[in-house]
């Protein structure tokens, strides 16, 4: 069963940076590489967003207009390790970052991007969560 472990949260002012990881783990049918990789996150008292995700290449990435131009994504498939570098922290980037991977790119991107007009299959591999918090 694979598992997600996100590492790398804390906190930090405004204007900030910090960068998350997601080691990945349990592989049997499938290797990491065969997997698209996203982020999410919730807010105290808010819905969780989507924030970012990856084709399994590498070569196709998606971010939400909140985070476009400040937080990267990125994936070290030797390592199993996924990454979100997040700059220009604002207090509103506060909550707990969730790792997410789906075989199908198009099921991931459809929940963080909110494509698609009816609801996609759900995601079944997720982390535990590694909590941010920007203060201002």
């Known amino acids: 069963q694979v598992q997600l472990a996100e590492t790398g949260g804390g906190e930090v002012q405004a204007g900030g940076s910090l960068t998350l990881s997601c080691t990945a783990s349990?592989?049997?049918?499938?290797?990491?590489?065969?997997?698209?990789v996203g982020w999410f996150r919730q807010a105290p008292g808010k819905e969780r967003e989507g924030v970012s995700c990856?084709?399994?290449?590498?070569?196709?990435?998606y971010y939400v207009d909140s985070v476009k131009g400040r937080f990267t994504i990125s994936k070290d498939n030797v390592k199993k390790t996924l990454y979100l570098q997040m700059n220009d922290l604002k207090p509103e980037d506060t909550a707990m970052y969730y790792c997410?991977?789906?075989?199908?790119?198009?099921?991931?991107?459809?929940?963080?991007?909110?494509?698609?007009?009816?609801?996609?299959?759900?995601?079944?591999?997720w982390g535990q969560g590694t909590q941010v918090t920007v203060s201002s």
């Open positions: 349990g592989f049997t049918r499938h290797n990491f590489d065969d997997y698209a």
């Open positions: 997410a991977a789906d075989l199908n790119l198009s099921i991931l991107a459809d929940h963080i991007m909110g494509w698609g007009s009816t609801p996609p299959p759900p995601i079944n591999i």
């Open positions: 990856m084709s399994w290449s590498g070569a196709t990435t």
